[in-house]
């Protein structure tokens, strides 16, 4: 298996296909904790209230999804936009 992002990509047929999957570690609580942590040791706790959060989530989807949005359907995995992806996200 070869890790891809926060997910698996694993080849389940005897093709050179990619086949994504998240995996279950780590899991929702686990990034809770680890971003309550991280904004405990800096002090930003004043500055994460949910409201804040969500704004701020929002500006970074519209980002992420300038990406996509006038490339029509995308297959699984990025198949030959993959370092395009990277690059822009990264």
């Not at 500055?47 to 006038?70: D, K, T």
């Not at 297959?75 to 936009?81: Q, R, S, T």
Request: glycine share 8%.
């Amino acid at each position: 298996m070869m890790a891809c992002g926060v997910g698996v990509c694993d080849s389940k047929n005897s093709t050179d296909e990619e086949h994504f999957s998240f995996s279950k570690h780590p899991n929702l609580e686990d990034i809770r904790k680890l971003q309550a942590e991280f904004s405990q040791e800096r002090n930003w706790d004043q500055y994460h209230q949910p409201r804040n959060l969500l704004l701020a989530l929002m500006g970074e989807v519209g980002e992420v999804s300038e990406l996509f949005q006038w490339r029509g359907e995308v297959p699984d995995g990025l198949p030959g936009n993959k370092d395009h992806f990277e690059l822009k996200v990264v």
